[in-house]
């Protein structure tokens, strides 16, 4: 009777969706409105001078925006939006259908979870990829400046030894100087904008400054080596946390793995387990604490970023 009640629900939801003609675009924009409160003049002031500080998932989600952006991938953000809805429902389904309510919870938000974790996923490739285009880019572009004393030529002669995303970068600079404006400060300064980073950053900074003073240029490849530091702290902690990652997927696979070990080797626990009460509690906590530490050893394993 629960499975007929369940097949009922998914067709009625799939026929408002159409009734409605709802899109994941939509349904991201009213999602979106619910979740983003109008900025008072005061709250706005704040974020002007940085005192503001975001919650830690609106943050996540802006920058997995800004970053699918980027990459051209900004609609991924609205499918990723709608499949992570209907999967906290799929997951509602399963602690239903293996009739464990206060699993409902826990099921709901790990489903829920999978596509960001995708996208994260992605994301992490992607600027992976970035840092490493970052650290060619900047020191064979301040190499030559260190020749030429020109940011100008030194970026028209690199142009072509670029890849994406530091091509399309430096390109903009390059028309902005030489079809725009010739205000190189100032095209530094928008620049500093188009990549989010802290070494990038401090790079454009000094590179400005040097357009004033001659004598700071031999600051620029300290800067530049920064990048290589990081990368190479990076590659270090990636090989000395691969092995403790393993070990946690491990001890996730075994707790799981011990359901199906407990049905073949005693019924009667197995029955206690999945048929009362307090064996229902215990795996709604197992679920909540596989759930927890993930998300920690998601955090925890995160590559290290240079801030200034």
Known sequence: MTAIYIVCFILLVVGIIFAL????EQINKDIS??????????????????????????????????????????????????????????????????????????LAIAFAMIP??????????????????????LSIVTTSYLRCESITIAVAENIPYLKPPMR???????????????????????????????????????????????????????????????????????????EARREYYMMVMMVLANIPILYCINVEWYNALMHTVFGKIVLAICGVVILVTAVRMVRLTKPIEYKR
């Open 33 to 106: 409105q619910l979740f983003t409160k109008k900025e008072s003049l005061k709250d706005r002031a704040l974020s002007a001078r940085g005192k503001k500080k975001k919650s830690k998932l609106m943050a996540s989600l802006e920058n997995m925006r800004r970053v699918l952006q980027e990459t051209g991938k900004e609609k991924h953000f609205s499918i990723a939006l709608m499949a992570s809805l209907l999967l906290m429902v799929a997951g509602s389904i399963v602690a239903i259908l293996i009739d464990n309510y206060f699993l409902i919870p826990v």
């Open 168 to 242: 399309g970068v430096f390109e903009t600079f390059l028309a902005e100087t030489t079809i725009i404006s010739p205000d190189v400060r100032r095209a530094i300064y928008n620049m500093k904008g188009k990549i989010k980073n802290s070494i990038f950053e401090e790079w454009c900074d000094t590179l400005i400054a040097c357009q004033s003073d001659r004598t700071l240029n031999d600051t620029l490849m300290p800067v530049v080596e920064k990048l290589t530091d990081v990368r190479l702290v990076n590659n270090s902690l990636k090989t000395m946390l691969s």
């Open 21 to 24: 003609r709802l899109t994941p």
């Open 116 to 137: 960001f974790a995708y996208l994260l996923k992605t994301i992490g490739i992607y600027e992976s990829h970035m840092r490493e285009e970052l650290e060619t880019a």
